[in-house]
């Protein structure tokens, strides 16, 4: 599965490792993931997503109903 937020659309960024001597090398910058389930009570069902941290907390504070709402509105989550 990829490693992308269903609800922010966060994926992994590209950047570099610099050492001491300023040695560069490529490297990936990860979304911190959690597969979580919520619970849907104008569907009355249960959506398992894949969310990142970020997303958790706008999840906690605005509702699931309306960050799905603007979720779909952006094309981000086809849940």
């Not at 300023?22 to 597969?35: E, G, I, Q, V």
């Not at 849907?40 to 906690?60: C, F, H, M, Q, Y």
């Amino acid at each position: 599965m990829s490693k992308v937020c269903e609800i922010t659309g966060k994926r992994p960024r590209v950047g570099n490792n610099v050492s001491h001597a300023n040695n560069k090398t490529k490297r990936k910058f990860y979304p911190n993931l959690h597969k979580k389930r919520f619970y849907l009570p104008e569907e009355d069902r249960w959506v398992t997503l894949k969310v990142s941290t970020t997303a958790l907390r706008t999840i906690n504070k605005n509702g699931i109903t309306s960050v799905l709402k603007k979720a779909r509105a952006n094309g981000n989550v086809l849940v």
